[in-house]
């Protein structure tokens, strides 16, 4: 295999945010990364303080959504959210920028946002991950085409302080010609573009539409240090499976990447 387990396991932050999660199903999700080794957990702020005691000694880090999915809270919500998550434990801090801010071209507004929480969250010993929603931005903004938006709000954001750019929330649905909503999430296009619009000390997290061992797998090939993902056991059962094949000479099937497939 190209990655070990551990390099592969430790980029999933795993996904437990579904509107309708119930306390149990947060706690079998805890469990679950705890077994696979992953990185993080992402959750809901509130849950951060039970995910905390579940997740002590595991190696798995808590981390807590900002002002999601839209990210339209205040900057003083969100500032004050952040301190909250951290002194419930969590170790990182996923927050939404003000995304109508900034195609309308509010730069100041956008980047003192993303600079309280990152202030805040620094000040805890906590890391910040700033989402941009990318499927929002695919028509550009501000008299920008969708690249040069997208590269600014990297180097904005780099500014601000904060230590991931990050591709989509995993909600940001979009309104299709047939009247459906869906969404791209993370993109192949998106990650190398936001990699290189970046210094090598911000790293880059996709999110949305990797749901397989070889998406996990391009997101790390295209310079991905996390990945937000909800099927966690899949993929790395998946490796296991590989992994076990590999050594008894059998042949291994890959798939094509799923990134930037669909929706979840």
Not at 3 to 20: G, N, R, V
Not at 30 to 55: F, Q, T, W
Not at 133 to 151: C, H, I, R, V, W
């Amino acid at each position: 295999m190209k990655y070990t387990y551990e390099e592969l396991a430790k980029m999933i932050d795993h996904s437990l945010l579904h509107p309708t999660m119930t306390d149990q199903e947060l706690e079998d999700g805890c469990k679950l990364a705890a077994k696979y080794g992953v990185a993080s957990v992402c959750i809901k702020p509130y849950a951060v303080k039970r995910a905390s005691e579940l997740l002590k000694g595991t190696g798995v880090l808590v981390g807590a959504v900002i002002g999601f999915p839209h990210g339209n809270s205040t900057t003083e919500s969100k500032r004050y959210e952040t301190e909250l998550a951290c002194k419930d434990g969590a170790a990182e801090i996923d927050m939404v920028l003000n995304v109508g801010k900034a195609l309308g071209g509010d730069w100041d507004y956008v980047e003192r946002d993303v600079k309280a929480v990152c202030e805040e969250a620094h000040k805890h010993g906590s890391k910040v991950k700033v989402i941009f929603e990318n499927d929002y931005l695919t028509k550009g903004g501000a008299g920008m085409s969708s690249d040069d938006f997208k590269k600014k709000l990297c180097q904005l954001c780099e500014r601000a302080g904060a230590d991931w750019v990050k591709t989509s929330s995993g909600y940001g649905f979009v309104k299709q010609p047939d009247g459906s909503y869906n969404y791209k999430g993370a993109t192949e296009h998106d990650l190398a573009l936001m990699r290189a619009s970046v210094s090598a000390k911000v790293q880059v997290k996709a999110a949305g539409g990797v749901r397989d061992l070889d998406g996990l797998i391009k997101v790390r090939d295209l310079g991905g240090s996390r990945c937000g993902a909800t099927a966690t056991a899949a993929m790395m059962d998946d490796y296991r499976r590989r992994e076990a094949a590999g050594k008894a000479g059998e042949k291994l099937e890959t798939k094509s990447s799923a990134i930037g497939a669909g929706g979840y």
